[in-house]
C-alpha cells in the first residue's frame, strides 16, 4: 500500500519536500549537538530536562487519545467513528515515534540507548514507559495496518484483529500512566509529587488528542473526495468539551490542595507558574495565555450554538490544543526544577537550536501523518470514484 | 544475572572509568598478577555458585551429602578468597553488588560533618577539601555556572536546609558554609529511578557508585536526587581541566557523575581525601556499623541533622550544628 503514497499532486510534493527541508535542519542541528554535547540547549544543572522531555510527554498524550476513538466504535459499537479509527490510530504511531525520538535527541549517550535492553531494570518507571511505548506502537501499526488493508479489499477486517483491538484500549491509557508515574514518583520534586498526575495527564490527553483529530478531519475534508461526516466531527467535540472541562477541574484542584494546605514546597512552584518566583517570570506570561486559551475554548465549546458551528470548533480545537501544549509542554516539566532543591531559581528557555531540533523531530512526525494519511485518503478516493 | 557480579577492571584505555586505576599503574606486573587471579578466582566462585544451586534445586540429581559439602566447601573458600583479592588489590567496586561479596554490612560508610569548625581556619577562604577533591577526581571547573560539574561545594545554610530556616535565623548560622556533596543514601532515589543501573548502590558498604561506561545519560537520576549532588557533562569537560591527574579517569561528554565517597582510596585502605585536606579537621569519615568508629562516638555525643530526611532517602551525610 505504502506505494499510493509516492503518487500525488505538486502541492503534495510541494509540502513533503518543505518537510524534509525542516527534517534535515533539524538533523543538522543534531549533529551539532551529538558533537558539542547538550550543552547547546538551554538546559542546565538545575534544570535537566526542557522541551525534548517537555514534547515526549505530550506527545504520549496525543498517542493515547486514539482511544477516543477506538473505544466509542468498538465497544459502543458507534459507527459514525468507523472511518476516522484508522485516522486516529495513525496519528498514534507518528505521535509514539515522535516520543521515542525526542527521548533519544534528549540522552547525552544516545549510542548508548540499547543499555535499556540489555540492562532491564524493572525498577525503573522508564523501563516501564519504553515497554508501554513500544507495545503500544506495534499494535497500532497492526491495527491500523491491517484494518486498511481490509478496508482497500472492501472487506471487513479479519477477526483475529479484535483482541488485538479490544488490548489497545486499556494500552493506550497505560502508556499516558506509566508516563505521568515518571514524575509523581520523585519524592523531591514536590510539584510533581501528585497522585492526581495520571488522571491530569490522561483529562488533558483526552482533550489535545481529539482536537487535533477534528482539525485534520477538517482539513481531509477540503483537500479530498473523503468528507468526514459533521456527526462524528460533533462527538468528537462533544469528547474534547468534556475532556477540556475535567482537565481545568483537575488543575483547580491541585490548586486548592496546594494553597490551602500552604506547605511552602507545594506553592512555590505554582508560584513560579502564575506569578513568578524570587523575581523569576519567565513562564508566567505562557501559563496566563495558556489559562485564557483553555477558559476561552471551555466557553466556545460547552455552548452548543458555537460548538456545533464548525468555524467556531476549530478555533475552541486550536485554543485547546495550544492551551495544553502549554501547560505540558513548557510548564509542566521545567516548573518541576523550579526552584531547585536549593529553593533558588535557574530558570531554563529552550535556546534556538534546541527548538531547530525540536522541530525536526515534529517534521519527522509531520512527515509519517502525511505519508500515512495519504494512503489512507487514495484507497478512500478510489473506494468514492468507484 | 546479566551484568550482575561482574568485574571491572579499567585496564589500558578505559579514559572515562569510574575506578580508577590505572594509566600510573600499567605495566605493573604484580598488582596485574593479582588482579588477574582475583577475577579468576571471582569466575570459579561464580560458576561454583551457580553448579551449587544447580545441584540443589535438581533433586532428581540426587547429589550424594558428601560431594554436596566438597562443592559447598571449595566454594566458600574460593569466594572468600576472592573477596580479599578483591579487596586487597585496589579493585575499587566489583561491578553491581557482587555476589561474592559479603552481603552482612559489616561496613556502612558514613560522613559527619562538623558546621561549627567548617571555614574557621586561615587557608579556608580557598577550601583545600573542595580543590583536593576536584583536582584529584578530574572535575572541570567550567565558568558557566549552568553546566558546573561539582562533586563536592559549600553552599549557606538557608540552601542547604531549606524546609528548616527562619527569619530569625542567627546571623553566624546564615552565614556559616554547609560542606555539600552525595549523601550515599541508604534508600537512595536515584539508584531506584536509574533504567540501565547505571547507578546503583553497593551491597558491601552502601556507597552509591556510578558506571560512567553504562550511563545513557538520560538524567533522570538527576530529576530523582534531592540534594542537588549529580551533575552531568553538558561540555567537554577535559578542556576545562588545569591540570589531569592521569591516575584519575576523565569523564566523557555526555554522562552523569558525583561524589564516590572516594571510592578508589577506600579500596587501598585510605579515607575520602576531602577528610584528608581539611585543615579544620572538620569531616570525619567512618563505618556507622561499627559502634567504636569515630563517625558513631561523635553522632552520639552532638546534635546532627541530615538534609531533607522527611523524603526517607535515609542520607548518610550528617551536619553538627
Known sequence: MLEKALVGNKKYWMFVFFLLVIIGLGFLTYLCQLSQGLGITGMSRDVSWGLYIAQFTFLVGVAASAVMVVLPYYLHDYKAFGKLTVLGEFLAIASVIMCMLFIFVDMGQPFRAFNMILHPTPGSVMFWDMVSLGGYLLLNMLIGWTCLEAERKSVPPPKWIKPFIYLSIPWAVSIHTVTAFLYCGIGGRSFWFTAIMAPRFLSSAFSAGPALLIIFALIIRRISHFKPGYEPIQKLAQIVTYAICINVFFVLLEIFTVFYSAIPEHMHHFKYLFVGLHGHTGLVPWMWASTVLCLFAIVLLVNPKTRKKEHLLVIACVAVFIGTWIDKGMGLVVTGFIPNPFDTVTEYMPTYREVLIALGVYGIGALIITVLYKIVLAIRDREIAN | MRGEGRVRTCIGEADDCYVSSSRAQRGDLPDALWKG???????????????????????????????????????ALSALTATKAVSAFAFGPSGHGGETVSKDNAVRWAMVIDTRKCGKGAQCKNCPSLRACHEA???????????????????????????????????????????????????????RVCPTKATFKREQDGLVMMDQHRCIGCRYCMSGCPYGARSFNWVEPKPHIKKINRAYPVRTLGVVEKCTFCAERLAKNQGPICVEACPEKAIVFGNLNDPKSEVRKILSVSDSVRRKPHLGTSPEVYYIM
Open chain 2, 37 to 75: 587471579i582475583a577475577v579468576g578466582l571471582t569466575l570459579l566462585a561464580m560458576t561454583q555458585n551457580a553448579l551449587l544451586k544447580a545441584i540443589v534445586e535438581d533433586k532428581k540429581m540426587g547429589v550424594k551429602r558428601r560431594d554436596f559439602f566438597k562443592i559447598a566447601g571449595v566454594t
Open chain 2, 137 to 191: 577526581h578530574n572535575v572541570p571547573d567550567i565558568p558557566n555556572k549552568k553546566h558546573e560539574v561539582k562533586w563536592i561545594w559549600q553552599d549557606s545554610y538557608d540552601h542547604a536546609f531549606p524546609t528548616q530556616t527562619h527569619a530569625l535565623i542567627k546571623d553566624e548560622l546564615k552565614t556559616r558554609p554547609v560542606m555539600l556533596l552525595c549523601n550515599h543514601c541508604d534508600n537512595p532515589p536515584c539508584v
